[in-house]
């Protein structure tokens, strides 16, 4: 089991009009990594460890015994 997380481009760097701050866009590949490596870095004290695998975020999780 995975969870994929897509990054989004909320426009909060300042290169985009402060009308359309906040409106999601795709990430560019470089904010992409951006946002990403700020999650993995902010997830690693909880024990979760996030991959960057083509601009997205991959969360493994192991499947606890069947019932």
Do not use: C
């Not at 760097?13 to 902010?42: C, F, H």
């Amino acid at each position: 089991m995975e969870v994929r997380l897509y990054p989004a481009d909320l426009g909060q760097d300042g290169a985009r009009p402060i009308s359309q701050a906040g409106n999601p866009t795709a990430a560019s590949p470089e904010m992409a990594r951006r946002v990403l490596e700020k999650l993995q870095t902010l997830s690693k004290p909880f024990g979760t460890s996030i991959a960057i695998e083509n601009g997205m975020g991959v969360i493994r999780v192991e499947a606890k015994g069947a019932n």
